[in-house]
């Protein structure tokens, strides 16, 4: 068995919705229209008493393992990309997904790569699998950005939501996952970091000095993501022998609903191809891709055969294209 697919896939929102209109009365300087406007979002979820990256995680993770029908024990590796940790630093995120699901002792880790991690994570657990011993792996993408957001400044605070996606990995007969590439390019990590020095305003109004908050030049990272996009499917579609055409559904890190629509017009998508949640979650950032896959997967869209084009791009600068063929039926 030398090939790799996806067979569960799950997904986990905080309770708590905001929509624009809720922004509004809570005192940011915006309005529905605007927001709608320049990024497609209506609402997004953001975490509460007793949610957090770590929850989300969870929940997701419960899942994807349901949905493949594969028991705890199974899994041979964890990996939960995401860039607001549960603690800063340690333990991992992973390593407290493995225990509160009850998976063995096998390797958990986090990733980092921002809102390209799930593209990140699915090819270093594609290649644990065709490399070692694991025969599933676990993939969840979880974030809760509201929590690194200054929610005094406008340009970012409507953008980003909280949530989290996940994939079960198995070994299979027969191929799954059909061509992937990684990118970088640290010469942009400017343009979009998480910063620190300047007293950050919290969801729940309260001031914190100096703490960690989400800093994006919002014209620029639009600009660098469209390019990088449209560089890296083409690659892609290259690498597979194959033409959009061919593609059943493309699912694009939800950042903005014009980079998705600019995006899909340079590559002759159609437009009802392009799987959009962005309107409901909002930005989730690693966790967008995994979490329209599941909505698609809720909707009955996915069927065997289907070819499904998952990109990422976001800090670092990063970005990232993986091709499956969907083999769940
Ligand atoms: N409500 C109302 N007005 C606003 C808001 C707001 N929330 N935010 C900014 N404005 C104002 C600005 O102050 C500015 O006013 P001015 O003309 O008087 O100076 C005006 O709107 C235009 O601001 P721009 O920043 O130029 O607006 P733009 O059309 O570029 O839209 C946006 C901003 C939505 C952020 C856009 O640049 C974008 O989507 N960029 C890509 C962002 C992205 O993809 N980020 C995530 C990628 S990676 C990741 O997911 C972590």
Known sequence: MSYVAITGVGSCLPKRQVTNDDLVARGVDTSD????????IGARHIVSEGESTLTLA?????????????????????IVATSTQEYAGFPSTACLVQHELGIGSVPAFDMAAACTGFNYALTTA????????AKHALVIAADALSSIINWADRGTCVLFGDGAGAVVLSASDSPGILSEQLYSDGSLGDILKVDQGEPRETFEGTHDALAPYVFMEGRKVFKVAVESIVKSVTHCLLDAGITADDLTHVVFHQANQRIMSVVGDKLNIAPEKLAMTIEKYGNTSAASIPITLDDLNKQGALKAGDLVLMVGFGGGFTWATTLVKWTKS
């Open 126 to 133: 594609h290649h644990f699998i065709t490399g070692g011993p």
């Open 58 to 78: 969870v929940g997701a993770g419960r899942m994807a393992l349901a949905n493949a029908g594969v028991a705890p024990e199974d899994i041979g590796v964890v």
């Open 33 to 40: 229209d605007w927001i709608r406007d320049r990024s497609g």
